[in-house]
């Protein structure tokens, strides 16, 4: 089977995971619950989960300059916004939540920033934002320890806390090893890549004299990521959901890493299903937990439009112009 075929039915395989998680949901909707719904649900705060989606946007494009910067890497601040928005829509149609961080290596890239410095930066923006879930999952779960919330179907382990910690110490204290260049021939298809990714790979260890921009960016993406807890906060609140923050805060990191699985669309079905599942957990009914999760759904493709209007214009290319290494 060529690779071109073989990409294409794992394009169908997504589709058909995401198609059928979404149909098992639609199958569990009672529409006569729905119609109920409806009539009672608090615009306001629709509108603020709106607003909340949108200005996750423009924090996460700050987190991103500073990881540029500390490349000397300069891209106005309003090229990156469209550049996040622009990644966010086309990460729709896209295997994951991570096939996004491609959009944003290609599209600077393209404007004059060298790729290894640019992929470097995404990785770490990426590895920082996933130690900042596991620093909200490991703080809600020792909250929940604490303090049982009795409404919740849900027993924590304290075996669970363990491993957390030991993941959380282990990676802020895991260094990056020193790679030996190869001295064995020259040329080839093997020693070509190998050049590459010592070059991505030394570009990413050349952070690590940068704690300061490390700690900005981490302490931005704990924001970014209680940004995303109060979107769904707010979600379940316009349509009359009593959810608990802290176990909202222990929530949105297991769903967020999961939607990073290639098994569907921009976590199409995936996402809903996992919202759905563990909002019962919590002591919802099952048509107000679907009520949510499809809801959020339907604010985040909404939130993307900017993205689908820079996309269309081509206006995303006017403000990237990345200048060269100073």
Not at 154 to 171: E, H, I, K, S
């Amino acid at each position: 089977m060529t690779d071109h075929a073989r990409r294409r039915w794992m394009l169908v395989l997504r589709l058909l995971v995401s198609a059928a998680v979404i149909a098992f949901i639609v199958t569990r909707v009672d529409l006569d619950q729905f119609e109920h719904l409806l009539p009672t649900m608090r615009w306001h705060l629709v509108l603020a989960a709106l607003a909340g989606l949108l200005a996750e946007r423009y924090v996460v494009s700050y987190r991103w300059e500073l990881l540029l910067v500390a490349k000397r890497i300069r891209i106005p601040f309003g090229g990156l916004v469209k550049v996040y928005f622009l990644s966010g829509f086309l990460g729709t149609f896209l295997p994951s939540s991570i096939a996004p961080d491609f959009v944003r290596v290609w599209v600077a890239s393209r404007n004059g920033a060298k790729s290894h410095d640019v992929l470097s930066s995404v990785i770490i923006d990426r590895v920082i934002g996933l130690y900042s879930l596991l620093l909200m999952a490991l703080f809600a779960l020792l909250a929940l320890t604490v303090a049982p919330n009795p409404t919740l179907k849900l027993n924590v382990p304290w075996q669970a806390l363990a491993v957390l910690a030991a993941l959380a110490l282990g990676a802020a204290l895991y260094p990056f090893p020193p790679l030996r260049r190869s001295s064995s021939g020259r040329g080839g298809l093997a020693a070509r890549l190998w050049e590459h990714f010592l070059k991505f790979y030394e570009s990413c260890e050349s952070y690590k004299s940068r704690r300061g921009t490390l700690l900005s960016v981490l302490l931005i993406s704990l924001v970014n990521q209680s940004l995303a807890v109060l979107v769904i906060w707010f979600v379940a609140r316009s349509l009359g959901a009593e959810l608990s923050l802290v176990y909202l805060f222990l929530i949105v990191p297991v769903v967020s890493v999961l939607v990073m699985i290639p098994i569907s669309l921009g976590g199409l079905g995936v996402q809903e299903g996992a919202y759905a599942y563990l909002f019962t957990l919590a002591g919802l009914d099952t048509q107000l937990s679907i009520a949510i999760a499809l809801l959020f759904r339907a604010l985040t493709l909404l939130s993307t439009l900017p993205g689908a209007w820079f996309y269309s214009t081509g206006s995303y290319r006017e403000q990237m112009g990345a200048a060269p290494r100073e």
